[in-house]
């Protein structure tokens, strides 16, 4: 009953955007068709002499195109290196049924979006690759979509230095030594909804500002809404990480079954406390073997608030949030006995 419901929440909050019709934006645009039995020699991306490999389609995309990906098998280790624009994205859709990026080639992510930008994927079932399923590197308002990120290496999605990301009704499972989906980098503007995030190694979603590796190492203003996360955090990790995280929304989330904590506010790695952030309306059903549900461990972490969530903790002795003491005692509305 409680999934039902969430579910439901989840379809009624989400306004869904469309991407503007490249046809109208140009002209020129271009619609090509890959298929496993297509040429990428002999073949010309039409529908009835398609090419072969998502990779010879991705070298010849312009602005405003769009990449019809048959049902089929295809080799990973795809790299995106021409962008968009904001009237006329570049698009990768799947063409019916099931079209799989199989592993990772020689490189390490099986789909890599390389100083790319207003990319759409739709649709593909990304699986087994060494590292990521998808990275998206140096590239601002990409959106992922209906998408599968299946058993990878590391993570199933990983952004670094990516502004207005966009992943919505997409899932993704059995991150093999990380995460479901790694928000890093100072990627500012993400957005994560409507996803199924589970059985990963670490945490579901993680969002790390990584001051280590340069920026400004913060992310800020995002948006977590009606995903559902659960079975996650087996190595340790959060169904929701929030590592130097600023004026973020978390809401109408539903979170069970995670073996670590549920949803963690924290300065590690991250160029400041996670400070300003709203957690809001969120159902968080805690195992056993997990933490706490809501975790504000370090007293750097302030201006943050918390209301209407529905937290239940199965633990012998954690309890369902866990605060640090100077952050309660610098909040008036906050009293402790």
């Not at 039995?37 to 991306?45: A, K, L, T």
């Given at each position: 009953m409680i999934k039902t419901l969430a579910l439901f929440g989840v379809l009624l909050l989400g306004v869904v955007t469309f991407s503007a019709?490249?046809?109208?934006?140009?002209?020129?645009?271009?619609?090509y068709h890959v298929d496993p039995?297509?040429?990428?020699?002999?073949?010309?991306?039409s529908p009835a002499n398609p090419w072969q490999?998502?990779?010879?389609?991705?070298?010849?995309?312009?602005?405003?195109?769009?990449?019809?990906i048959n049902p089929g098998t295809y080799a990973g280790g795809i790299v995106v290196e021409t962008g968009g624009t904001a009237d006329a994205p570049i698009t990768f859709r799947a063409n019916g049924g099931d079209a799989i990026i199989e592993d990772s080639g020689d490189d390490r992510d099986a789909f890599f979006i390389d100083g790319a930008d207003y990319i759409v994927v739709e649709g593909l079932t990304?699986?087994?690759?060494?590292?990521a399923g998808m990275r998206i590197s140096w590239s601002h308002h990409v959106t992922v979509r209906d998408s599968t990120f299946a058993d990878n290496g590391r993570w199933g999605i990983f952004t670094d230095f990516s502004d207005h990301t966009l992943i919505e009704d997409s899932q993704s499972y059995g991150a093999g030594l990380e995460h479901g989906i790694y928000i890093s980098n100072s990627s500012d503007y993400p957005t994560i909804r409507r996803n199924i995030l589970h059985h990963n190694h670490g945490c579901g979603l993680h969002m790390n500002g990584d001051i280590s590796m340069g920026g400004d190492g913060i992310i800020s203003y995002g948006l977590v809404e009606g995903n559902i996360i659960y079975e996650n955090g087996y190595g340790g990790g959060s169904g929701i990480n929030m590592d130097g995280v600023t004026d973020t929304i978390v809401r109408n989330n539903l979170l069970y079954e995670n073996h670590a904590s549920g949803i963690s506010i924290y300065q590690i790695d991250g160029g400041s406390g996670s400070q300003n952030n709203r957690i809001l309306n969120n159902t968080i059903l805690m195992a056993s073997d997990g933490r706490w549900g809501i975790n504000i461990p370090d007293s750097e972490d302030t201006d943050n608030r918390l209301f209407n969530n529905i937290v239940y903790n199965a633990h012998s002795w954690r309890g369902s949030i866990s605060i640090a003491t100077p952050t309660l005692e610098a909040s008036p509305a906050i009293t402790t006995s």
């Open positions: 019709n490249s046809a109208i934006a140009n002209p020129e645009a271009m619609t039995s297509g040429s990428d020699s002999s073949g010309d991306g490999t998502i990779q010879h389609a991705a070298d010849q995309v312009q602005p405003g195109d769009s990449v019809l990304i699986q087994h690759a060494e590292r």
